[in-house]
């Protein structure tokens, strides 16, 4: 199937294009930004993703960086035929996808042995999750695998599901927000087989275990438990098939979403546990811990009667002890007081308030590191010690902001400017040895370093993270405010960097007395200050194998107090570039469309704002910085090199020679382009789509020189040309559509001709007509292509049936043409001869065994050469002698042999000895001349014996006596009188006397006196009549 679409040209010209089905798409706007005439453009940038958005043209390039925007329906591109598509394929030769961006990721890892990432970063919502899943999928199908490989390959296919039901989680923007950063590695083996992985996670969201807002939920797999759970099972845990019953999971109204299938979701998730290779008891240890969240959720407490806190839920307590396998009043004291680390074993009472935080607290912590030790679970399943080849994906939250941002998603934010940075930083890199290593000067890129933010996050002593530590670590209790104001004194007069106080006039107004705003590269968050208390003593005595894993005793009885959330947090993230900057890098950037998760809406003014947070722009402008756009010589020489004859239809030389020539003749000026060591730079797009539109212009020319021999070779050479399409162009979409009507044509045509065929022995009709027409039609054709060659070929084509008689007038038609060409070319010494010829055949044709030979002997002017004795000639007078040849004569009597001259004139014959003439014969006393039918030379002229003057018949023989009775016949005008006779000839000896010449046939020629004085002849026979 064709598609046929709109392209952009980089005037903002809409031509109309064709793909063909290999891309199956057509496309809107420019494949890639970097051919964005108006590059700093972002109103044009956005243009460009709109239009493509709107012929779902999800995915755009900036150089090798893959844009995608949410379609939020399926649009069936990720078939297992759309993977074969892009496998092996140059990453600019078919039209954007995902999977491009996998398989020359892949292919880069495989050729060039270094370890690749993935970074898709993206809103909540804008597909990060999808991408990265496609990805696995790709690289679990199209990899090769062995039996024990595919193990490991379902692992980590299995291994979504499961992080997705404990990590994901209803929210606004997405029905299944990752509420976790993840960052998976999978390794490949030398023959890039995938053989192993491993996941990090990063900064769970666990305060969505006890609050969850307005239409969202808590994670998945609480849901899914009491949905999909057997009976049996939830009576164990002491759970009811009821949602609503859960304080903690209906904070946000919304235990039910249309969207979510929770009862086989949850199959899903147990299914997957097993292949991942959970054993039965841990997978209860889990279900317990989900399950005394819920309990936990649901304990209440009250005031006692000395106003001390105390449970009211004492059932719930009762689980929650059996669940957590920790003892009843050890829990219960836990709950309620608070114990004083820096006075050994003192506890003290907590208020309501403090209690009821106290358990969230608890309830977080214990959700939290279940989750930790599950991804530590998975990776012990997937885990490969041995040399391997990396590649990383990292699904990561992009910037968020919200109307109250805490601590988490300062978090976020610092690691997408930390991200930010890195990509910047690689990106540049990356032209910066492009450059060098194809020996092309590097000029310097203008662009916003968002180092000097990462600083004021980070920076020892003086950075943000140092001194909410030091603030943590203090004694005494810690407090917002004195933070607040700890920061101010450290950070105040920063550039990115305001609080209610520092900041003046209109900003004071936008910041809050306790919040603090920063101002990132994407924008600026206000962030509250707020401390996190958790009591998680009592956990560590638990016999439930996971939390007490989880959980360790030290932690609470070591005098040096743990980490800061926010530096383990800053230590994990400098990990993690660490891991990303070891590893080249690719990018997915991820935008969401519109917030209603609507396919086919294109919000604008969302989308700009995305662009902007990921930092496109800037990401476009450090792309474009140089050159535009660059190919290595092969691909561009064989795109265009028929633009140039020098270069068509093949170049020679040096690749770069060729291109140089090639550029040469298309008069590109020195500051459009740079030749490097393989590829060329050309800096404009400008330069390029007038390169194009030369292609375009020459195209018909050559595919109609191509067309004739070449057919097949060009639908290939077209195939090719369409997928290395960078743009499209008019004349294409004109000729595909061309060609499909051709083609509906043709089969039009076919369906007639078959039609035809089964009538074509009917009277003429409509389903006959054109078939017998187009019969017709090809016998006159082959007729004008294939007349008979010469008079004598007689082949002629079988006329069709309504046909036969014209055939037949035509062919005598052409016969007499030809002859008439023929006769009217002829010499007139030919035409003598020819008409002696036809002389000859009308006497002797099928009568005389000799003629057959004669015919190609060439009748002669005369046999006789100068031998003429002058005497003669001066005796015949004005007789000019026509004809002259050497005879045998007989006499009548006795038969004696007597060698004579024969010779013709116009009006009589005479026969001559040694210059005397012997006889004379007058034509017009020639009564008739006999010849036999053998091969013999015997010919006998009869003339009259009653007159005097003549003697009677002559008996001679000749070697040429076909050409002498011809010629005799011709002159003595007696072509009637030529007899041929078949065994003998009776000849007049004198008057009233007869005498009589046998013939016979036999092996040689003989001349005998036989019988009865009969002269007796024999000659061999030739043609057996
Ligand atoms: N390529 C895609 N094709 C179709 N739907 C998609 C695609 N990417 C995302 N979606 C839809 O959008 C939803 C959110 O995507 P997700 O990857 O979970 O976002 P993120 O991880 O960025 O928060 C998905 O559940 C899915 O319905
Ligand atoms: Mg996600």
Known sequence: SEYQGLHVGGEGRVHRVMESTLTARDRVGVQDFVLLENYTSEAAFIENLRRRFGEKLIYTYIGSVLVSVNPYKDLEIYSKAHMERYRGVSFYEISPHIYAVSDNTYRAMRTERRDQCILISGESGAGKTEASKKILQYYATTCPVTDHMSTIRDRLLQSNPVLEAFGNAKTLRN????????????????????????????????????????????FHIFYQLLEGGEQD????????????????????????????????????????????????????????????????GNTQFGEGEDGETQITTESHLTYLSKLLGVDGPALREALTHKKLTAKGEEVSPLSFEQAVAARDALAKAV?????????????????????????????IYGFEVFQHNSFEQFCINYCNEKLQQLFIKLTLKSEQEEYEAEGITWEPVKYFDNKIICDLVEEKHKGFISILDEECLRPGEPSDISFLEKLEDTLGGHAHFVTHKLANGKTRKAVGREEFRLIHYAGEVNYTVNGELANQSVICQSDNQILSQCFHREEVTTQKRPETAATQFKNSLAKLIEILMSK???????????????????????VRHQVKYLGLMENLRVRRAGFAYRRRYEAFLQRYKSLCPGTW?????????????????????????????????????????????????????????????????????????????????????????????????????IRKFIKGFIYRH???????????????????????????????????????????????????????????????????EWKKQMEQKVVASQIFQDQKDSYPQSVPKLFVASRLGREFNLKVIQTLGNDKVKYGVAVTKYDRRGYKARPRQLLLTSSFAVLVAEAKLKQRIDYTALRSISVSSLTDGFMVLHVPSEDN??????????????????????????????????????????????AVI????????????????????????????
């Open 949 to 994: 003057k003549q003697k009677s018949d002559v008996v001679l023989q000749c070697d040429h006596v076909i050409e002498v009775v011809t010629k005799l016949a011709t002159m003595a005008d007696k072509k009637n009188k030529v007899n041929i006779s078949q065994d003998s000839i009776k000849f007049a000896v004198a008057r009233g006397k007869e």
């Open 649 to 749: 239809p093949n170049w020679q030389g040096r690749l770069a020679d060729g291109v140089a020539t090639l550029v040469q003749h298309l008069g590109y000026k020195a500051e459009e382009y740079k030749l490097g060591k393989t590829k060329i730079f050309i800096r404009f797009p400008k330069t390029l789509f007038t390169t194009e539109d030369a292609l375009e212009a020459r195209r018909p020319a050559l595919a109609l020189t191509l067309q004739t021999s070449w057919r097949g070779y060009r639908e290939r050479a077209k195939y090719h040309r369409i997928r290395n399409a960078v743009i499209q162009s008019a004349w294409r979409g004109m000729k595909s559509r061309r060609k499909a009507r051709r083609r509906r044509h043709a089969a039009e045509i």
């Open 998 to 1025: 046998d013939f016979t046939s036999g092996p040689e020629l003989k001349v005998a006196k036989g019988k009865k004085g009969h002269l007796l002849v024999t000659a061999p026979q030739l043609n057996p009549r």
């Open 175 to 218: 029905d299944n927000s990752s509420r976790f950063g993840k960052y998976m590695d999978v390794q490949f083996d030398f023959r890039g087989a995938p053989i192993g992985g491993h996941i990090l996670n990063y900064l769970l969201e666990k305060s969505r275990v006890v609050h969850q807002n307005h239409g969202e939920r808590n």
């Open 367 to 395: 959700y939290g590191r279940a989750f930790t030790w599950l991804v530590a679970k998975i990776n012990q399943s997937l885990a490969f010690k041995g040399s391997s080849s990396v590649i990383g994906l990292l699904d």
């Open 233 to 296: 099972q939830l009576s164990k845990l002491g759970l009811e098939r009821n949602a609503q019953k859960y304080h903690y999971l209906v904070k946000g109204c919304c235990p039910r979403v249309s969207s979510i299938n929770d009862k086989s979701d949850w199959k899903t998730v147990r299914k997957a546990l097993t292949v991942i290779g959970f054993h039965e008891e841990e997978v209860e240890d889990l279900l317990n811990i989900i399950a005394s969240v819920l309990h936990l």
């Open 762 to 828: 009917y009277e003429r009709c409509p389903e006959n007509e054109y078939f017998l027409d187009h019969q017709r039609f090809s016998f006159l054709m082959t007729l004008v292509r294939n007349p008979p060659k010469s008079v004598l070929d007689k082949s002629w084509p079988v006329p069709p049936p309504s046909l036969t008689e014209a055939s037949e007038h035509l062919c005598r038609l052409c016969m007499q043409n030809m002859m008439r060409a023929y006769c009217r070319r002829i010499q007139p």
């Open 584 to 606: 080249e890098p690719s990018y997915v950037r991820c935008i969401k469309p519109n917030d209603a998760k609507q396919s086919g809406r294109f919000d604008e003014a969302l």
